[in-house]
């Protein structure tokens, strides 16, 4: 070999050294990437956990703080509204009822017709975007919904038989925080959910609405004002008399329950039965040093437009999972090079929203190709390796299932309030001695578009359920889901509150 030949092959030898320790380099500095984004899924399971003993204390915080609101007004985080509802529907009532649902983005109109024995012979529903300049103008949006309301009204009596009653009657569903007067009146304390109508707060929101029916020549009797959870209630327990208490869990998360009139301190002497009484808990408000928080919740509450509020439903409900499940995401990716560049998607709040992560988490291809879609096309970032994309599965998972159980630990929080959870004397499934006593069958009944469409989210809620209670109580709690209940149990509750058939209908909670 030439002085030549020497020189080339040293030149090749030392050519594929170098390229060589390129290769090596970067997977060293891959591997230094994925163990970083390791790291940040170990952090997140961490500071999700959720083990039984945590939940029990959660359950026990959520109970001290139910008695908390009851006994003062202000005296906890959970505003235990007070809704003046006495009595349920039994499954007798009878004859066409109306209801109006506004809570959200939509709103809608129902005709129910009842026939007794707890048969909904047909129920009719019309439903209506809002329309957004509408949010920010009081007397126009009650115009608007009077209008609506008419319209419906003649369309249904035109086409079915005429209503037989001389007045019609409406159950009216306002999902947004009320200060009750009465089961049929109320203020509105204050709008959320992008509605803004300054000159509407303090104001009575049935007034309101009757005043626009009778500009419209609707003869129509406001007979109810509720918000949804009372709804779902009045549905559950129309189905089911062992209904005490209902869920909401969709967009945002709340609860009500029947409860006793003497435990209701902060409202003694102002009541004139002793019959029992449903009590809006606002729980998405509820806050404990037990729940398990991390960094990403306290950046999503910092950025938020109510932080310090709704701490329980920041953490629960279908509005925020999404944007938890980004936060990490992001994080992952300026923490290494896994995702490649940062993309700027990952910066946007909410773009990642909740039915996408449930498609993620639920994603049973064996490539994951809908992980690999959602974050192509969401969050613009492309080719995602497979462990990659299954690291992206178990942060759906982590944060998903932090959210039902601590909806579930919320739910036996509610059944030890009441003596319900199996651990409150006589209700127990056992005595202390382990002889077995008779514990009451308890139903709840469920609504929202997360615990109604997001398998794993039930399957973990259940889960919690069971854990949390017992295989000896568990059996007993029941939980139902309802559909349209915010809609259909107001129509109910107008025909149990009905001056007709009040004292047909009546069925005061007895506790
Ligand atoms: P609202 O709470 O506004 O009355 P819903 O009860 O229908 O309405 O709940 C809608 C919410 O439920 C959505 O905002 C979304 O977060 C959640 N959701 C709906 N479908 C799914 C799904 N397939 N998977 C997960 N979450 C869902
Ligand atoms: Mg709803």
């Keep these: 070999m030439g002085k030549v030949g020497v020189a080339l092959a040293a030149g090749c030898a030392a050519a594929a050294c170098v390229v060589a320790a390129v290769m090596v380099g970067r997977s060293v500095r891959r591997r230094r990437g994925w163990r970083r984004v390791v790291r940040v899924l170990e952090e997140l399971e961490e500071g999700c956990a959720t083990t039984v003993g945590r939940l029990r204390q959660v359950v026990d915080a959520m109970a001290v703080e139910m008695h908390a609101g009851l006994a003062s007004e202000g005296g906890s985080k959970l505003k235990m509204l007070l809704t003046y509802v006495h009595d349920l529907p039994t499954g007798n009532e009878k004859g066409i009822y109306y209801a109006l649902d506004l809570g959200g983005t939509n709103f809608r109109v129902l005709r129910v017709k009842l026939g007794?024995?707890?048969?909904?012979?047909?129920?009719?529903?019309?439903?209506?975007?809002?329309?957004?300049?509408?949010?920010?103008?009081?007397?126009?949006?009650?115009?608007?919904?009077?209008?609506?309301?008419?319209?419906?009204?003649?369309?249904?009596?035109?086409?079915?038989?005429?209503s037989q009653r001389e007045r019609r009657e409406l159950g009216f569903t306002f999902s947004f925080p009320v200060k009750q007067t009465s089961s049929s009146s109320g203020t509105l304390m204050k709008w959320t959910k992008g509605f803004s109508i300054e000159d509407a707060v303090g104001r009575d929101v049935s007034q309101c609405l009757q005043e626009a029916l009778s500009r419209k020549g609707l003869d129509m009797q406001v007979t109810v004002l509720i918000n949804d959870t009372v709804g779902t209630l009045a549905l559950g327990h129309y189905h089911d008399e062992d209904t005490v208490a209902a869920v909401i869990i969709g967009t945002g998360?709340?609860?009500?329950?029947?409860?006793?009139?003497?435990?209701?301190?902060?409202?003694?002497?102002?009541?004139?039965?002793?019959?029992?009484m449903v009590i809006n808990m606002e729980w998405g408000n509820f806050w404990s040093s037990h729940l398990p928080r991390t960094p990403y919740d306290a950046e999503l509450d910092a950025d938020s437009p109510n932080p310090n509020d709704q701490g329980f439903e920041k953490m629960i409900s279908g509005m925020y999972l999404g944007d938890i499940v980004r936060r990490v995401i992001l994080r992952m990716s300026q923490e290494s090079?896994?995702?490649?560049p940062v993309s700027s998607k990952l910066h946007e709040p909410f773009i990642l929203r909740t039915p996408m992560v449930a498609a993620m988490h639920e994603d049973d291809s064996s490539n994951l190709n809908e992980v690999a879609q959602i974050l192509k096309d969401t969050l613009e970032i492309p080719d995602v390796p497979l462990n990659v994309r299954k690291l992206v599965v178990k942060v759906c998972d982590v944060v998903t299932r932090r959210a039902a159980r601590l909806a579930a630990a919320g739910i036996v929080?509610?059944?030890?309030?009441?003596?319900?959870?199996?651990?409150?004397?006589?209700?127990?499934?056992?005595?202390?001695g382990g002889s077995r006593i008779k514990m009451r069958r308890t139903v709840v009944a469920v609504e929202g578009g997360l615990y109604a469409n997001y398998t794993m989210f039930r399957e973990y809620l259940n889960e919690a359920m069971r854990q949390i209670l017992g295989e000896d109580v568990a059996p007993y709690v029941i939980l139902n889901v309802t559909n349209d209940g915010s809609g259909i149990g107001a129509a109910l509750l107008a025909a149990s509150h009905s001056a007709s058939t009040i004292t047909e209908n009546t069925n005061f909670i007895v506790i």
């Design 116 to 162: 007794g024995q707890r048969c909904i012979i047909e129920h009719d529903v019309d439903l209506q975007p809002i329309p957004q300049h509408l949010m920010t103008s009081s007397s126009e949006l009650f115009d608007f919904i009077a209008t609506s309301l008419k319209d419906f009204v003649e369309r249904e009596e035109n086409i079915s038989e005429p």
């Design 253 to 276: 998360t709340n609860a009500c329950y029947l409860e006793r009139a003497d435990a209701i301190i902060k409202c003694q002497g102002l009541l004139t039965t002793s019959a029992g």
């Design 337 to 340: 090079d896994v995702f490649g």
């Design 413 to 432: 929080g509610i059944l030890k309030k009441i003596g319900r959870d199996g651990n409150s004397g006589m209700t127990g499934g056992k005595t202390k």
